[in-house]
């Protein structure tokens, strides 16, 4: 899967007016998440965006081979699509042509149809450069690694809904930042935010995307979560987390110093469980680890992302789920049984707690961490 490499990357942050022609452009011909609902059966920008894997497989190359120009700059830019070499020449003047492919955003393949080394994504108003989850090659999805930094999707908006319920602040860092999308997408009315994240190319491109909006007071900067310390303490700190609930666990430890005083961390991760372990016992095991502060976990068992023991089990996912059969085939020579989606709120606390909500069920009444 073609992506831009760091020094790509890197150069068009510094130079970023290939990318700003682009998205001039797509602004003035009204290139909107939301224009495209009513053909893609959407109720929302939030769920065509959260979808985008479905709608490339059932309306990719439709898009692609689309009369209209905007639906075959979406084929190309959203949905991993390439577009045959006449359709992605009449979409876009010569000129914002020329600059793309000098910058490396779209390349040519041999038969001189068109295919982005980007996703470039519009939502609310906000447009951001990411890597492509995926690309559409024949009519199948291509998956090529984990993309460094993500375009806005299932878990963005998750996160954005999750922080919406956060008392006021006036100043945010965003761990593991990635493309930038939470910093710019959250309505916050920040007065200081830093988004952090371990790989150079991703701040390079968040780097990018602020200066593409016209942000420049968001701040980014190459750190890791658990060392990152900028002398700052933080109204809030939200952690869209990609991966193993281990790298949560340890970044909860030491969240605290995070905070400033009445702070709240947001976290949304993940529980890959074996079957001999439970959400409410895992949880409390690793409460057990996070000092001076009171936990609030939100059990959802609903997730699109999630699986039972029993789908687990017979790699077979439910009606809705966005899980493969064969991810399910591999949780189990992993040995999980169960995976859970849980939204975590950590505040500082002298008298740390735990309190667990599982979705549509009862509340836990808060208990000691520490005896």
């Known amino acids: 899967m073609g992506k831009l490499d760091t020094s790509a990357v890197e150069a068009l942050a510094r130079d ?17 998440t939301r224009s495209f609902m009513d ?5 929302s920008p939030e769920d065509v965006l959260g979808h985008t894997a479905l709608h490339a497989l059932v309306a990719g190359e439709d898009f692609a081979a689309s009369a209209d120009p905007a639906e075959r700059l979406f084929a190309l830019l959203t949905l991993g699509a390439a577009v045959a070499a006449d359709g992605y020449d009449t979409a876009l003047p010569t000129h914002v042509r020329a600059a793309l492919e000098h910058g490396g955003i779209v390349v040519r393949e041999a038969d001189g149809a068109a295919r982005a080394a980007v996703s470039i994504v519009e939502y609310d108003g906000v447009f951001v450069v990411a890597d492509k989850l995926f690309e559409l090659v024949s009519g199948e999805i291509q998956l090529d690694g984990e993309p460094l930094a993500m375009p806005p999707h299932f878990s963005t908006f998750r996160t954005l809904a999750a922080a919406s319920r956060l008392p006021r602040a006036s100043s945010l860092l965003d761990v593991g930042t990635g493309a930038g999308s939470i910093p710019l997408l959250r309505r916050g009315g920040y007065e200081v935010v830093t988004g952090i994240d371990v790989q150079p190319r991703a701040v390079a491109m968040a780097r990018l995307n602020a200066k593409l909006n016209g942000r420049p007071g968001l701040e980014f900067v190459v750190g890791d979560c658990l060392t990152f310390a900028d002398g700052r303490r933080y109204g809030h700190v ?5 991966g193993e609930f281990e790298l949560v666990d340890r970044f909860a430890s030491r969240v605290g110093a995070l905070l400033a005083p009445g702070g709240v961390c947001l976290v949304l991760a993940w529980l890959q469980l074996r079957a001999d372990q439970t959400v409410d ?20 068992y609903g997730s699109p992302f999630s699986a039972t023991r029993d789908e687990v089990t017979r790699a077979r996912p439910r009606v809705g789920s966005y899980l493969t059969p064969d991810f399910l085939a591999q949780l189990r020579t992993e040995h999980v049984s169960q995976r859970t989606e849980v939204e975590l709120t950590f505040q500082p606390s002298a008298a740390p707690c735990l309190s667990i909500v599982e979705e549509d069920g009862p509340r836990v009444t808060p208990q ?3 005896e």
């Open 368 to 370: 000691p961490m520490f």
């Open 16 to 32: 970023p007016r290939s990318a700003a022609g682009l998205i001039e452009f797509l602004r003035l011909s009204n290139y909107r």
């Open 39 to 43: 053909a893609l059966d959407e109720e």
């Open 238 to 242: 939200i952690f869209n987390s990609p």
């Open 281 to 300: 016992a895992y949880l409390r095991e690793c409460a057990q680890r996070w000092r001076d502060v009171q936990v609030a976990a939100r059990v959802i």
